[in-house]
C-alpha cells in the first residue's frame, strides 16, 4: 500500500511539473531564500576546495547556471540530475549542456561513492516521501560536504500554529498527526508548488550529525535566534572532516 501511494504521488508530481514545464522559473526563480543560500554556497567553495558538485532535483537549472556564473576556479566540474523530462528541455533551451543535466533519481544516484566533492539540494527534499534515502545517497557520494537549501516546517505559520507543531515533535506525535490529517497519504497539493511533504531539514539532523563532523546552518528567511523555532526556511552545510 505504500509503494502504491508512492508512486502515485511521484506520477501526480511528475504530471504537475510537465503541464507547467515552460512557467516554472517565473512561479519558482524569484526564490529569495534560495538565492541567499545558493550566494553562501558560493562563498564556501573557495575555503574547502570544492572542484566538482552534483545538484539533485535541478528543475530548469538554476544552480547550474548561478555556479556557471561565479566558478572560483575554471576547473570546478557542476552536473545537475532532474527526473521531469519537461523540466530538463527547459534548461536546455536555456542554454544548458545535455552532458550538465541528465535524468536521474535523487533517492538511488547512480555514482561510485565519493563521486563528487560536494552535493547539493535546494527545495527539492520536501516533494519527497523519503528525504532520508535521497540524504543518504547525498552523503555516500560525496567525497566533503553536503549543501541543503529546504523548508522548515515546524517554524512556518504565525505562532499558535508553530507551538502546535513543535509541541507535536517534541512529543513524537507530528508524524501521527500528519497521518490523521492527511488520511495516510502524509502529501498535501497546492498551485503553487505542487504535491508537497511537510517536511524540516532538521528531521535529517541526526542524520547528517552521524555522517558529518561539522554542520552550519543558516536562516534564510525570517529573523530569530533559534531557527528551529523561528525560520521557516533553512540553509545547511555539512562537512565530512
Request: with cysteine; proline share 3%; aromatic share 10%.
Amino acid at each position: 500500500m505504500q509503494k502504491n501511494l508512492e508512486n502515485n504521488a511521484r506520477k501526480i508530481q511528475h504530471q504537475y511539473y510537465t503541464q507547467r514545464a515552460e512557467e516554472y522559473d517565473s512561479r519558482h526563480l524569484p526564490d529569495q531564500a534560495h538565492e541567499f543560500a545558493l550566494t553562501w554556497l558560493v562563498g564556501l567553495l573557495g575555503h574547502y576546495n570544492i572542484t566538482s558538485i552534483l545538484d539533485v532535483g535541478s528543475g530548469t537549472g538554476r544552480v547550474i547556471r548561478k555556479l556557471r556564473n561565479h566558478r572560483v576556479n575554471s576547473s570546478l566540474y557542476v552536473l545537475g540530475i532532474e527526473p521531469v523530462e519537461a523540466l530538463r528541455e527547459q534548461a536546455y533551451k536555456q542554454g544548458i549542456g545535455k552532458d550538465e543535466l541528465i535524468d536521474g533519481d535523487a533517492t538511488e544516484l547512480k555514482f561510485p561513492d565519493g563521486s563528487f566533492d560536494l552535493v547539493c539540494e535546494f527545495g527539492a527534499l520536501h516533494h519527497m516521501r523519503q528525504p532520508d534515502k535521497a540524504i543518504a545517497e547525498m552523503l555516500r557520494v560525496s567525497r566533503k560536504a553536503i549543501f541543503i537549501s529546504d523548508s522548515n516546517i515546524y517554524a512556518s505559520g504565525p505562532w499558535l500554529e508553530r507551538t502546535v507543531k513543535q509541541t507535536l515533535k517534541t512529543l513524537r506525535l507530528w508524524k501521527i498527526a500528519q497521518f490523521i490529517k492527511t488520511k495516510g497519504k502524509f502529501y498535501k497539493i497546492t498551485a503553487g508548488d505542487g504535491l508537497w511533504y511537510p517536511y524540516s531539514v532538521y528531521d535529517n539532523y541526526a542524520q547528517i550529525a552521524r555522517a558529518c563532523k561539522h554542520i552550519h546552518v543558516l536562516n534564510t528567511s525570517e529573523h530569530g535566534i533559534n531557527p528551529y523555532r523561528k525560520c521557516g526556511h533553512i540553509a545547511l552545510f555539512a562537512a565530512k572532516t
